[in-house]
């Protein structure tokens, strides 16, 4: 088998990209000119319409078709609501994740990424159209749920990851995941460079979904302080807490983050915590800089972050760096490197 083909998964021939790197659709971070730009490279990006309105979407999405003539995807956060359905802040966040689901088919965006919950009331729609459905999990037991609902695509989520996360690391998800479904799975969590790229391959996944290494790129709508401080923190700079949503998720730790220990029972269920704090302080974060107050999702891989650079770059040094990786391993051992021919 050629090198390249190595990469050429059965998804990526699917989605009609070249490359198995998918941009995580983030909340307030994956705008249109982030999502472009992956696409342009290569890779899938993906818009992420977590904080955004009904008109926002839209916009982001018309001018993600100004920049970009290749596919791109839309994040939507799907999530089961546990607080009371008659809360006045549930029923318009609720409804407004319904408009955010309408104007996604409206615009006939070809894959539509779950961040949380289980989208299966899209799927009968989804596939009518040619949908392609991908939902994250963080365990084996919640993909086969997503298996059996009619998800397309697996994108199981190691603890490493950056923004709402589960208990299991990603080396030891993403085989697990694996065995259990047929669907193609993409792994995430902690993978930041074309080692993980290759690693991600080893263990099965067909490609691989990162986020925070795209939080530090030129295009993310992030403030620089942000874009910066992530290049600053080393693994251990974050933390898992749910005072920004009610639910657990990985910010890098400051004295928002801090000022919530010792008071986790004050934090009140998703989505309300995430419109009377969450939302708030990530706006702070993005638009004032504000690194200490503010709240900024970052996962583990900040460690293997040391610069901001453009998306595409990113995506061609992942590519390169993978490729570099597995002609390594084949030369340590003494085997013949496989081609690098398409
Ligand atoms: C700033 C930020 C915002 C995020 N927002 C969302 C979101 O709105 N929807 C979603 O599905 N995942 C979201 N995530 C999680 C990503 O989709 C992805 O699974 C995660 O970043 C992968 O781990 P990594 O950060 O180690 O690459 C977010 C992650 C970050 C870092």
């Given at each position: 088998m050629t090198l390249e083909r190595i990469f050429q998964t059965p998804i990526v021939a699917r989605l009609g990209i070249k490359y198995p790197i998918f941009q995580a659709g983030m909340?307030?971070?994956?705008?249109a000119e982030l999502a472009a730009a992956v696409s342009n490279a290569g890779g899938l990006g993906c818009i992420?319409?977590?904080?955004?309105s009904a008109r926002e979407l839209r916009e982001q999405i018309h001018r993600c078709r100004d920049l970009t003539d290749r596919p791109f995807a839309v994040d939507i956060l799907f999530a089961e609501v546990?607080?009371?359905?008659?809360?006045a802040t549930v029923v318009r966040y609720a409804s407004n994740v319904q408009k955010l689901i309408d104007i996604t088919f409206e615009e006939k965006i070809g894959v539509i990424v779950s961040?949380?919950?289980?989208?299966a009331g899209i799927i009968p729609a989804a596939h009518r159209d040619g949908v392609v459905v991908m939902s994250l999990c963080g365990n084996v037991k919640q993909a086969r749920r997503l298996e059996a609902s009619g998800?397309?695509?697996?994108?199981?989520?190691?603890?490493?990851?950056?923004?709402h996360t589960g208990r299991i690391g990603t080396m030891t998800l993403v085989p697990q995941i694996v065995d259990a479904v047929r669907v193609p799975v993409l792994a995430a969590g902690g993978l930041a460079d074309g080692r993980g790229l290759v690693a991600a391959i080893a263990l099965g996944a067909e490609g691989i979904w990162m986020g925070s290494r795209f939080v530090a790129?030129?295009?993310?709508?992030?403030?620089a302080n942000y874009k910066n401080k992530i290049v600053e923190i080393?693994?251990?700079g974050t933390t898992i807490t749910?005072?920004?949503?009610?639910k657990p998720c990985r910010l890098i730790r400051n004295k928002f983050t801090d000022s919530w220990i010792g008071r986790e029972a004050e934090i009140k269920p998703f989505p309300i915590q995430s419109v009377e704090y969450g939302f708030p302080l990530a706006e702070k974060a993005r638009y004032?800089?504000?690194?200490?107050?503010g709240g900024m999702a970052c996962g583990q891989s900040a460690g293997l972050i040391d610069s901001i650079k453009p998306a595409g770059q990113i995506v061609r040094e992942v590519m390169a760096q993978a490729r570099e990786a597995f002609e390594s391993c084949f030369v340590a051992r003494g085997d013949a490197a496989p081609s690098r021919a398409a």
């Open positions: 909340g307030f971070v994956a705008h992420g319409s977590g904080s955004m546990k607080a009371d359905p008659k809360n961040g949380l919950g289980n989208p998800v397309d695509v697996i994108i199981a989520q190691g603890h490493e990851a950056g923004g790129s030129v295009e993310a709508f992030a403030h080393d693994e251990e749910r005072c920004h949503s009610g004032d800089g504000e690194i200490e107050e």
